[in-house]
């Protein structure tokens, strides 16, 4: 080594050591709690705090440390600050190292107030004084920031934070949130390397009022520039009680493996286990490019438990059901993926009570758009509905004149926004009492334009198909059904739709309709369109169509009947026609069906909007129509139309609300009887022109005789 060289280390050393001697002689000739007046005097001179030093300050050199006792500082006269003890120690030969090995940290008893006030300004930024802003001249130019070609490595044997108090407040919305009990201890604290760490606070907050207990152990590792957070054999307990829970204690467990790498946008949740009360939910998951396009990859799965009991322990009430044994069984397994941007859920397995779920569900998070393939075996909706109440007659009376104002049906702009692409299949669906089998719907939706095509089932022995359309790209959304009806047994379908019981049978019905609005009566309004209908192997219920024809009978014979013990049903083979649906009114002009010695003929009109019906029937005699002998048939009753009139209500009551149309009878009557004189007059004509030709052929033999 050269002897330059030699001198020059030697000199640096000396220099090193005369140094250390001096910040040596500094530390123990000098007492810190000298300089309190002059470190408050400072703080009040270069910052709005009012220091109060009242404990001891120590200092030592080897190790490098730093003690504070009872500081207190105030803000606008306000207190702000509070600390019990402060304790710092640090390695000297570390920092000269540029390796930080802190020895031990110690934080006792600390206290901080922070305000918000109204106009949304902290306390805190009040710490420092108001600088005047330079003028632009005097504004330096900013410099390119140096990138730090080293990474700083530091070493902390002991952590303890203990008794730490943060208020909170924020006086625009009252809100106050306290944040207390808090402490946390680590030891063994190196860069890249576990290290246990444990937690524990207290939260307590005010609208709404909600308070948390938190516990927690883990395995901490750091990784570089603290770009790598790795929490290993995480264990934590929550309690939540408050507003939301009802005053109800509420156990959440949190458990298994945290790795968020930032260089890699890339977060790995394993063995993950959260239990909230007896609910679980497992996952292996890996959340990637989480800061652009995130792409997850692996499983979830959360075991069977009632979701009834889970609510009641979280001090929520449910509504009242038709079934109070619902919501007792929930579960749910499915394979997270899908490409970058999406959440896909496939395979998914769900079970509701009864029910199971299968399919698949794609979500894409830049557009909102949804798909979805799902499979449901079996789901009885009645079980989940509130049950039917029957309020008095007073009350219902009531209701009706103070009916509530009429809303729209449709969010017009979260339909615009929708994008949809969904198909569902259920084995057997019961709604409002209605069993629906073997239902198929498949639903589209983009900008405003949804699309379901097609909806199809089997429905009381019968199968039904449609499909429908809704532009709501207007601010009048426009609507159009297409449906086809067949076989459907019409009794028990009626009966639960309109409470109508009169009509029985096989319907097969074509029905092509479209509407605008976005209000039930507006849609009723504006209704059109056309429907053809034929019933099969069906029956009038409540209704004798055959009492009624003899009625009218018995009285060409001008003969009495008594009918009011007959049974009042009507039986017929084949009832067919067509509507014209314009607004409320359900218009037909062409009804026809087949009755035991008779054709029963119509024409008249429904208003939907009240279920009242205005038919005029004929009842055209063909042959026998009852054994009672006021009721019989001869030749010139044949083709005699019996006029019934059937106007009222088509709700509530069993039967139809028709009757033998006396006063039009009268007119049949009279068209028969003039009818009948015509004839007799016509024959009379006819056997005169007979009277006055055999008299000519007579005149002429006797003529030609002789």
């Not at 067949?486 to 029985?504: G, N, W, Y």
């Not at 939907?608 to 004929?618: C, I, K, P, T």
Request: hydrophobic content about 40%.
């Amino acid at each position: 080594m050269p002897a330059a060289l030699r001198y020059l280390l030697i000199s640096l050393a000396g220099l090193v050591l005369l140094g250390g001697v001096a910040v040596a002689g500094i530390l123990f000739l000098f007492d810190p709690n000298d300089f309190k007046p002059q470190i408050e005097e400072a703080a009040e001179t270069h910052t709005r705090l009012d220091l109060q030093l009242g404990g001891d300050i120590g200092w030592s050199f080897i190790p490098l440390g730093l003690e504070l006792n009872a500081v207190k500082a105030r803000l606008d006269d306000e207190p702000f600050l509070e600390l019990e003890q402060l304790i710092a120690r640090v390695s000297l030969r570390s920092l000269i190292q540029m390796q930080p090995s802190v020895h031990r940290f110690e934080l006792a008893g600390l206290e901080l107030n922070l305000i918000l006030d109204k106009e949304g300004h902290g306390n805190w930024e009040r710490i420092m004084p108001e600088q005047a802003e330079p003028s632009p001249k005097a504004i330096p130019k900013e410099e390119p920031a140096q990138q730090d070609s080293g990474a700083l490595l530091f070493n902390i044997s002991e952590v303890d934070i203990r008794n730490t108090r943060v208020h909170y407040r924020d006086e625009s919305t009252g809100q106050a949130v306290t944040l207390d009990e808090f402490g946390l201890q680590a030891s063994n604290i190196k860069p890249q390397q576990a290290f246990p760490l444990d937690l524990q606070f207290h939260l307590a907050t005010t609208e709404p009022a909600l308070d948390i207990r938190t516990k927690l152990n883990a395995r901490l590792t750091l990784g570089e520039q603290f770009k790598r957070i790795l929490l290993d054999q995480l264990s934590s307990q929550i309690t939540l009680q408050g507003d939301a829970t009802n005053q109800k204690s509420v156990a959440i467990a949190i458990d298994g493996n945290i790795d968020a790498d930032l260089n890699n946008s890339r977060i790995s949740l394993s063995a993950l286990k959260l239990a909230l009360n007896k609910a679980q939910l497992n996952t292996d998951l890996v959340i990637s490019q989480f800061d652009s396009q995130p792409q997850l990859a692996g499983t979830l799965s959360v075991a069977e438990f009632s979701p009834r009991e889970l609510l009641t322990q979280l001090g929520q009430s449910l509504p009242p059901m038709q079934d109070p044994n619902t919501l007792r069984k929930l579960s749910l397994e499915t394979t997270l993926g899908g490409a970058p941007g999406q959440i896909e859920l496939k395979p998914l397995k769900a079970t509701l009570d009864d029910s199971k779920l299968s399919g698949e569900v794609r979500y894409t998070l830049d557009s909102g758009a949804l798909f979805a393939r799902l499979n449901l075996d079996a789901i009885n909706a009645d079980r989940y509905l509130a049950p039917a109440e029957e309020a008095p007659a007073e009350k219902t009376q009531t209701a009706n004149t103070q009916a509530a104002p009429e809303t729209d049906l449709l969010p017009l702009d979260t339909l615009r926004s929708l994008q949809l692409d969904t198909g569902v299949n259920i084995g057997e669906l019961i709604i409002n009492a209605i069993p629906i089998r073997q239902l198929a719907l498949k639903a589209t939706a983009t900008d405003g334009l949804v699309t379901i095509n097609p909806l199809s089932g089997q429905l009381y022995e019968g199968s039904f198909k449609a499909n429908a359309s809704i532009d709501a790209r207007s601010q009048n959304p426009r609507w159009q059904v297409q449906a086809k009806v067949t076989d459907v047994k019409t009794l028990p379908l009626l009966t639960q739709l309109a409470e109508m019981q009169q009509f029985s049978g096989l319907a097969n019905i074509d029905l092509d309709l479209n509407t605008t609005g976005n209000r039930v009566s507006t849609l009723r309004n504006n209704a059109k369109g056309q429907a053809n209908f034929a019933i099969k192997q069906g029956k009038f219920e409540g209704t004798s169509m055959s009492a009624y024809a003899c009625e009218g009978i018995a009285l060409m014979h001008k003969e009495s009947i008594d009918t009011s013990t007959w049974p009042k049903v009507t039986n017929f083979e084949d009832l067919s026609g067509a509507v014209t649906i314009n607004g409320n009114a359900i218009n037909n002009s062409a009804l026809t069906a087949q009755l035991k010695g008779m054709a029963l003929e119509g024409k008249g009109a429904i208003d939907v909007a009240s279920m009242d019906l205005d038919y005029r029937a004929g009842l055209r005699i063909l042959g026998d129509v009852h054994e009672n002998p006021s009721c019989r048939v001869n030749e010139k009753l044949k083709d005699v139309v019996i006029p019934v009139k059937c106007k009222g209500s088509l709700t509530g009551e069993k039967g139809l609300p028709c009757k033998f149309d006396t006063a039009r009878f009268r007119d049949v009557i009279a068209d028969k009887a003039k009818a009948e004189a015509k004839e007799k007059a016509s024959e009379e004509i006819d056997r005169g022109k007979e009277k006055l030709k055999e008299k000519a052929r007579d005149k002429l033999q006797n003529l030609f005789g002789r």
